[in-house]
RNA sequence: GGAGAGGUGGCUGAGUGGUUGAAAGCGGCUCCCUGCUAAGGAGUUACAGGAGGUAACUUCUGUCGAGGGUUCGAAUCCCUCCCUCUCCGCCA
């Protein structure tokens, strides 16, 4: 959520700012019903201020001496009830105001931020960075997508899965389950030995969960909500953990907390029929390990380039290819000030495929959960950065790519073996 | 799911209609005193929003789980909801 502060002194400038995303708005009329609204509560403190001296006085004027019931009591009475009317009046304009404000504003994505390049669509995003060498076929070779070696070797069985639930779920099976939650503990390990705190959180989320972290309002129908409760299958365990610490105040020097969560995700994709139908890219369900800190504010952008090299270190030690995409102003998320896309080089495919998205959303999910710092002065709102390290799915569709042999086994990363007891899956 | 108890400041915990944003203790911070493994003394210490001021700060309003109600006045009375704890039931 953006400042309310700033909407009121310079509209101007959130208009710029989200002009760069592609968003053409005039602010004018809300920035008016900033202005109305703080005029209304000046106006009804006034009243109430004035309501609390004549409180007072009919305490002290009973306290000494005066009746109850007599004519000087019961003026200031008359005077209190009428203060009481036109308070309740105005806090019910204000309250109306105030929700109205509070929705459009929570409608608002965040400003991308002065270091973000500009730009009018993905095809604006400027490479920063390339790790690895791209597995390319031999002369004569042909490299199969992950999704046909996963069938070939039995690891996947998306028919059965569409019989338990629908399409695109996946039900892993013998290696390719093992492989799965190899990787996931893999990357915990990693991340635990780089500073990271484990959670496992819950993965029904409340609503206010999701707003907090700028799932809702906007992206109601892009989650899967269960009818009965204000419950919500987790898209990304950005949201339990951004909550983890809502309403908190957090003493400055506990800064920064860094957590890493395994969690299932759950998106409805919607809008996405006939893209990625096959294997592990885009599913309704896929596993995912979170990074995330709460940093000082002015720690974030240092923070920005830590958390991404934090995510690119389970690149490089299952030696996967990559590159680091920075999105320019026009892709960047909803709650996102500057994004760095990790994509990596999938070989039957011939392309680099985003397996991470490494953003920092300054104070904008701070402001919307309410988390703020304890410094020696008052208190501020954090910053909360978040990043995948890894997507699980995507991860083991490189590995099965880039792996791929002549004989028709895959070739897995020596960083496999200790979970894995092997380093090469073949057939069934 | 049933019965009971309860939700107060960083923590413990008083407070059943009138200057109570809230006693006391612990903890934190500042200063003073003192040398011997610590203690003593004084002061200070919630959050949010608004107004004024370059600022230190001053001032107003709201907040004692949340929302409503009664009242001139509510932490205190009434209603609804949420949550926690104990016992019972059920259960991986």
């Known amino acids: 959520m953006l400042d309310q502060r700033l909407l009121r002194d310079d509209p101007e400038r959130i208009s710029r700012q989200l002009a760069r995303r592609g968003l053409k708005l005039d602010l004018t009329s809300l920035q008016h019903s900033a202005l109305q609204e703080r005029d209304l509560e000046e106006r009804?403190?006034?009243l109430?201020?004035?309501?609390n001296r004549i409180g007072k006085e009919v305490g002290q004027r009973i306290k000494a001496g005066a009746s109850p019931q007599g004519p000087e009591v019961r003026s200031l009475r008359e005077q209190g009830n009428q203060i009481k009317l036109q308070v309740a009046g105005l806090e019910e304009e204000e309250k109306a105001l105030q929700s109205q404000l509070r929705d459009q504003l929570l409608a608002l994505p965040n400003l991308p931020s002065e270091l973000s390049p500009d730009g009018k669509s993905e095809a604006d995003n400027v490479e920063v960075k390339r790790?690895?060498?791209?597995?390319?076929?031999?002369p004569g070779e042909q490299l199969q997508e992950h999704w046909q070696i996963a069938e070939r070797l039995a690891l996947v069985d998306s028919e059965r899965s569409v019989r338990i639930a629908q399409s695109r779920f996946v039900t892993l099976r013998g290696m390719g389950a093992r492989l799965e939650r190899a990787l996931i503990a893999l990357m915990l390990d990693l991340h635990a030995k780089r500073g990271y705190t484990e959670l496992l959180p819950p993965i029904l989320v409340n609503s206010a969960s999701l707003t907090g972290s700028g799932q809702l309002p906007k992206f109601a129908e892009e989650s899967f909500r269960?009818?009965?409760?204000?419950?919500?299958?987790t898209p990304t365990a950005e949201v339990p953990i951004t909550s983890f610490h809502r309403d908190e105040v957090i003493a400055a020097d506990q800064l920064p907390l860094r957590y890493a969560a395994y969690t299932p995700c759950f998106r409805r994709e919607a809008g996405s029929y006939g893209r990625d139908t096959r294997g592990l890219i885009r599913l309704h369900q896929f596993n995912k390990v979170e990074l995330y800190w709460f940093c000082l504010p002015e720690d974030s952008d240092a923070a920005h380039e830590q958390l991404t090299l934090d995510a690119e270190a389970v690149l490089e030690t299952l030696d996967l290819p990559y590159r680091r995409m920075e999105l320019c102003s026009a892709d960047l998320g909803f709650s996102a000030a500057r994004t760095y896309d990790l994509e990596v080089w999938l070989a039957g495919a011939g392309t680099y495929r985003e397996i991470s998205s490494c953003s920092t959303c300054r104070d904008f999910q701070a402001r919307r959960a309410n988390i703020r710092l304890k410094a020696d002065k008052g208190t501020r709102l954090v910053h909360t950065l978040n990043g995948s390290g890894l997507a699980v799915g995507r991860t083991m569709a490189a590995l099965l790519e880039n792996g791929q042999q002549a004989d028709g086994s895959v070739l897995l990363p020596k960083a496999l073996v200790p979970y894995l007891g092997t380093d090469r899956i073949e057939g069934p």
Do not use: H
Request: hydrophobic residues 25%; contains cysteine; glycine residues 8%.
């Open 131 to 138: 790790w690895g060498e791209p597995r390319r076929p031999y």
């Open 226 to 233: 269960c009818a009965d409760d204000d419950l919500w299958l």
């Open 48 to 51: 109430q201020a004035e309501g």
């Open 44 to 46: 009804r403190s006034n």
